[in-house]
């Protein structure tokens, strides 16, 4: 089943907070999650009543045919009535389940928080920077006093619950906003391909941005089997943009690794694996950031 990412870049508009990062975004998630089971509540109700309210009108309309001795299968015409169009109506989008949206936050780390252990420290160097390129395109703000940097991304089956998602997110960050978050940045995103559950313990993302033809993102894919064969990494995903809302790198590669533990230039070799065009795609053209995971 194909998934799509909504991803959200957040800034704090003052340096200092009372509470924690864990604190804020814990409360985020709880009123996030609370507010998207309502929805799927009356999502649920609205489709019955539908139902209910038409299918008393077709099965008036068929009375005439329903008359004995099929007059003892009334229920059971009635139930096959009902659940043919709320069948109907969740096959064509109206109904969105809302239980599967998972939701994850992190805090976008400075170039200078991220170890180099010495394996090739100018590349890593070069896409770190290009990584704040990509920051400042989609609307952060890297003055010298400028806020903490965060992204959350939510995960979610359906196309049509994105507008849903979107709507709840900003509701919750308007009523809980004690922290003076703006959002700077949105994107959505659709999943090429990914490996392991959405849930990790891993301290840290590593996202890779870059252009590609399809021809390069086929051999990506077959590389990434080295990641965890040597690395033991078991979480990454490629994602390619679906809607532009200030992003403008088509596709994102990334991947759940403790990167204290293992070093980024490393893990950028085995990658490429030889691959000169994918190498010039990812450690030339593109750009790398790094997130630490808060929940």
Same mark, same amino acid.
Do not use: W
């Given at each position: 089943?194909?998934?799509?990412?909504? /991803?959200?870049?957040? %800034? %704090?508009?003052?340096?200092?907070?009372?509470?924690?990062?864990?604190?804020?975004? /814990?409360?985020?998630?709880?009123?996030?999650?609370?507010?998207?089971d309502?929805?799927?509540?009356?999502?649920?109700?609205?489709i019955?009543? @539908?139902?209910?309210?038409?299918?008393?009108?077709?099965?008036?309309?068929?009375a005439?045919?329903?008359?004995?001795?099929?007059k /003892?299968d009334?229920?059971?015409?009635?139930?096959?009535i009902?659940?043919?169009f709320?069948?109907?109506?969740?096959?064509a989008?109206?109904f969105? /389940?809302?239980n599967?949206?998972?939701?994850?936050?992190?805090?976008?780390?400075?170039? %200078?928080?991220?170890?180099?252990?010495?394996?090739?420290? +100018?590349? !890593?160097?070069?896409?770190?920077?290009?990584?704040?390129?990509?920051?400042?395109?989609?609307?952060?703000?890297?003055?010298?006093?400028? +806020?903490?940097?965060f992204?959350?991304?939510?995960? !979610?089956?359906?196309?049509?619950?994105?507008p849903?998602?979107?709507?709840?997110?900003?509701?919750?960050?308007? %009523?809980?906003?004690?922290?003076?978050?703006?959002?700077?940045?949105?994107?959505?995103?659709?999943?090429?391909?990914?490996?392991?559950?959405?849930e990790?313990?891993?301290?840290?993302?590593?996202?890779m941005?870059?252009?590609?033809?399809?021809?390069?993102?086929?051999?990506?894919?077959?590389?990434?089997?080295?990641?965890?064969h040597?690395?033991?990494?078991?979480? @990454?995903?490629?994602?390619?943009?679906?809607?532009?809302?200030?992003?403008t790198?088509?596709?994102?590669?990334? @991947?759940?690794?403790?990167?204290?533990?293992?070093?980024?230039?490393?893990?950028?070799?085995?990658?490429?694996?030889?691959?000169?065009?994918?190498e010039d795609?990812?450690?030339?053209?593109?750009?790398?950031?790094?997130?630490?995971?808060i929940?």
């Amino acid at each position: 089943m194909e998934q799509f990412i909504y /991803s959200i870049l957040l %800034q %704090q508009q003052r340096a200092e907070s009372a509470n924690s990062d864990i604190e804020v975004f /814990s409360d985020l998630r709880t009123s996030i999650k609370e507010l998207l089971d309502i929805k799927e509540i009356e999502s649920k109700k609205s489709i019955s009543e @539908f139902a209910q309210k038409n299918g008393a009108s077709l099965r008036g309309g068929l009375a005439q045919f329903l008359s004995t001795p099929l007059k /003892s299968d009334k229920e059971e015409i009635d139930r096959l009535i009902i659940d043919s169009f709320e069948n109907l109506l969740k096959q064509a989008g109206n109904f969105q /389940s809302l239980n599967d949206v998972h939701f994850g936050s992190y805090k976008i780390l400075e170039p %200078q928080q991220v170890p180099l252990h010495r394996q090739l420290v +100018g590349v !890593v160097k070069r896409i770190l920077k290009n990584g704040k390129t990509v920051l400042n395109d989609s609307g952060v703000s890297l003055a010298k006093n400028s +806020g903490d940097i965060f992204c959350s991304m939510f995960t !979610v089956e359906q196309f049509s619950s994105l507008p849903i998602v979107k709507n709840v997110f900003e509701q919750v960050l308007e %009523q809980k906003n004690e922290q003076n978050l703006s959002v700077v940045g949105q994107s959505i995103s659709s999943v090429v391909f990914r490996s392991g559950n959405r849930e990790h313990s891993e301290k840290n993302i590593v996202q890779m941005n870059f252009v590609a033809d399809e021809s390069e993102i086929a051999r990506l894919q077959s590389n990434v089997a080295v990641l965890e064969h040597q690395f033991g990494i078991k979480h @990454f995903q490629l994602t390619k943009r679906t809607f532009e809302m200030g992003r403008t790198v088509p596709y994102r590669f990334q @991947f759940a690794v403790d990167i204290d533990k293992h070093a980024l230039g490393s893990i950028i070799v085995a990658l490429v694996s030889d691959d000169e065009a994918l190498e010039d795609a990812l450690t030339t053209e593109g750009s790398l950031i790094v997130l630490e995971k808060i929940l």
